[in-house]
């Protein structure tokens, strides 16, 4: 009988070490830099939720129309912070049912301008970041005249020497922009161009994880901006 405890004893401390010598699995999520840099609060929320998981996290720089078909093609694991309506151009992603960010898209112009009449709002010529699905579904008589940007800094630029009539961001994107380019725009109050709501998504091949990433987000709600902490 001893033998047989002693025997059992071996195969649990051998079953116990073999388990947790094994590798934890890495989700490589698509996070542009640039734009990570405006949804920092939002990463780091990610990343902690994430520690009570099984697995980890890995943010993977890449452009961001590149970064949403690579999630939807499953070379990498999922991408950051999107509205929902992409899954339906991307059929093998899936949104983790948890609001990140509400995002309200405004017109903002160089402070010497004056904020065109709304009924002039199709006049408009509105630069555009490269990648941002949230411009896919602003009013069809802004959409027409958008004209895209590679990168914060041309997207500021354009602006400024008035290749555009402004820039379409959200107050907290601005605040990021004022700090980084320090360059002052104003805001049109009457021009809110879009609302939206994002969402981290996941490869499909990753659906039965998010039970217990969404369990994981609802543990660490207070890292979040005040008004994105409503669900």
Known sequence: MKVLSGIWFLVCVI???SAASEPQEVLRIGANDEIAQLYAPYQRFVEAAFRDTPWSIEWVNLPLARSIRAANEGSIDGDFIRIKEVTEIYSNLVAIPWPLNHQRFYLYIPTSLDCPDTQNIDQ???????????????????K???VFS???ESYVNMAMA?????IAITDGHYKKIKRKFDVDFKKCNDHMLYEAVTYMMLNIKHKEKIPQIVEA?????ELLPAEDRVQ
């Open 217 to 221: 987000f609802s543990k660490h709600v």
């Open 150 to 152: 590679p990168n914060l």
């Open 124 to 142: 408009l010529v509105v630069g555009k970041l490269l990648g941002i699905s949230a411009y896919d579904h602003f009013p069809e008589n802004i």
């Open 144 to 146: 027409r005249n958008m």
């Open 162 to 166: 008035h290749r555009i009539s402004g």
């Open 15 to 17: 079953t116990s070490a």
